[in-house]
RNA sequence: CGGGGCGUAGCGUAGUUUGGCUAGCGCGCCUGCUUUGGGAGCAGGAGGUCGGAGGUUCAAAUCCUCUCGCCCCGACCA
């Protein structure tokens, strides 16, 4: 496939296909692949570094918000699951069983986690005695397993690799407390480090987390419209504190059930950063999380190839005391085939030096959000790297912002609304009356969802936008992923 | 899980309707030479049990049955 530049030859045009353009520029930019095991994917090096770097970011805002990081098990006793009564109906349809090992029936079948509320819960229980020993603030990274129906790359695989919070507190207004300042937490890395412009809002009764009395969210929109849920905190009340009994005994000297949270994002992030960055060239990639931040592409005819080597040699050198760079010295390359080529990995900056570079004491960077070229003196290299790392971050940010707010659409005529989602989607800011009935109806008969009742609540008075009584809350709509 | 589509070399495909000898082409890959500022050129070369299993037939990529996987559109979920 070539678009009209002539550039990308090798994925589909995100105008025309906008799954296979998502498909394409995963597999050609090799940050995954289809495994032999249906529904799950391997997640390639340069994939997994984005991955990485996304777990340092986060694990560093988890560790300055006083958590700790912990392992829990895989396997989970099938009646752990089964307690919270929420819960199991939840999750029962997806999870995956381990019911043989070598030729033995287990005694006890076990569950592979699709999440680990239930085991850390019964760990806590034993470790909690005392209103000292709250709160507990606990991470774990892992893999979860939920064996879905249909899956697609980074969106919705069978095994995905998340991280999950699991809290208790002494008071209820304490676990609120963690549950929003998660919540920021995972608001403020989206927009910082991931360049991602998010609506934080809560979930409606329907749309929360088996088993949470509260269900907040950070949703993201896709470049096709459609929503994605990036990430979740939930205030767990005392759900599972009273089915797995965990009490401590107060100041006061009375026993009591400890207040939880739990909360998490998991590798979709990979996905939404494809969607709300990429374009019709393929990846375009925060430099926050890239794994490659500068690639230096040497042009090196075969008169100067010595020389010019040389001085990339010392430009990476320079370069790597400041930021994540790699030279591309393949000789069996040309430079244009690799432009195209780091331009599909999404690499913010490409630095060019030639032959004519070097008489003139100077490089080139080409930044990937713009395409735009500069010069730069060779004494300025250093900061003017981090300066235009800075302003790709930026960039990307307020590209995606600009895009959120051109298809955020304000309505309470619901002719208008279907019409909206029927032919240009995006989000739809709505009244809507509270009832569940009213939800369920929209979802039949548009498609669209409630993504989430905004956090700074519009006290706008209205009517719902599907049975015209008065609204309680202006809400979210749209398509999800 | 329902409806539709597709599996032929690493990738993209022709051939399947109407069975027939050695399965063709492009890209990529290997070797050599020339090249190098937006996917370089020439020459030579390697690579296939046609997704898998069974069946029909003198003969199967092609017909039949079953099965696995992927994609698209819906219903369900991070």
Redesign the pocket.
């Known amino acids: 496939m070539e678009n009209s530049q002539?550039?990308?030859?090798?994925i589909t045009a995100k105008s025309e296909?906008?799954?296979?353009w998502?498909?394409d520029v995963i597999l050609r930019a090799e940050l995954a692949d289809?495994s032999p095991v249906?529904?799950c994917m391997v997640i390639r090096p340069y994939g997994f570094g984005i991955w990485e770097n996304i777990k340092e970011l986060l694990d560093r805002r988890f560790k300055a918000t006083g958590h700790k990081n912990a392992y829990f098990p895989l396997f989970i006793p099938e009646s752990f699951l089964a307690k919270e009564a929420e819960h199991v109906e939840?999750f029962a349809?997806?999870v995956a069983w381990v019911t043989r090992a070598g030729n033995e029936e287990l005694a006890e079948p076990l569950v592979v986690r699709p999440t680990s509320e239930t085991i850390i819960g019964h760990m806590y229980s034993k470790w909690i005695s005392s209103w000292r020993d709250l709160p507990v603030l606990i991470n774990q990274w892992a893999n979860v397993v939920?064996w879905?129906?249909?899956?697609?790359?980074?969106?919705?695989?069978?095994e995905?690799l998340?991280q999950e919070g699991h809290t208790c507190h002494r008071t209820q207004e304490e676990a609120e407390e963690e549950t929003l300042k998660m919540l920021d937490v995972y608001r403020s890395f989206l927009t910082e480090d991931l360049a991602i412009p998010v609506l934080a809002g809560k979930k409606t009764e329907r749309?929360k987390?088996?088993g949470a009395i509260t269900t907040y969210c950070v949703e993201a929109l896709m470049t096709d419209g459609r929503a994605?849920?990036?990430g979740?905190s939930h205030n767990l009340g005392q759900n599972f504190a009273k089915v797995f009994d965990i009490s401590f005994l107060d100041k006061d000297n009375q026993l009591k059930y400890v207040w939880q949270t739990s909360w998490?994002v998991?590798?979709?992030l990979i996905g939404g950063i494809i969607m709300v960055h990429g374009d019709e060239?393929g990846l375009a990639l925060p430099p926050r999380i890239a794994p490659i931040q500068v690639i230096v592409v040497p042009?090196?005819?075969?008169?100067s190839?010595e020389t010019v080597l040389n001085v990339a040699r010392d430009v990476v050198e320079r370069l790597e005391k400041i930021c994540r760079v790699e030279l591309d010295s393949r000789?069996?390359?040309?430079?244009?085939?690799?432009?195209?080529?780091w331009?599909?990995k999404g690499v913010p900056i490409?630095l060019?030096?030639?032959?004519?570079?070097?008489k003139a004491g100077k490089?080139?960077l080409?930044r990937r959000d713009t395409?735009e070229?500069t010069d730069v003196p060779m004494e300025n290299l250093e900061d003017a790297v981090i300066d235009m790392l800075n302003s790709v971050q930026e960039g990307l940010y307020a590209r995606a912002k600009r895009f959120m707010d051109e298809n955020t659409h304000v309505t309470n005529d619901y002719g208008k609304f279907k019409a909206i989602i029927e032919e240009e989607r995006g989000l739809i800011f709505a009244p809507w009356c509270g009832s569940q009935e009213c939800e369920v109806s929209v979802?039949?008969e548009t498609?669209a969802t409630i993504r989430c009742i905004p956090m700074n609540a519009c006290s706008k008075p209205g009517k719902c936008i599907h049975c015209g009584d008065d609204s309680t809350d202006w809400v979210y709509f749209a398509k999800?992923?």
Do not use: C
């Open positions: 002539g550039f990308v030859q090798h296909n906008y799954s296979q998502y498909i289809y249906r529904g939840g349809p997806e939920r879905e129906k249909t899956t697609r790359l980074f969106l919705r695989t069978s995905f998340w749309e987390f088996a994605l849920q990036a979740t998490g998991s590798t979709r060239r042009i090196m005819p075969p008169s190839e000789d069996e390359y040309s430079p244009g085939w690799k432009f195209n080529e331009e599909l490409r060019e030096i030639g032959p004519r570079d070097i490089v080139v080409v395409g070229k979802k039949a498609g999800a992923y």
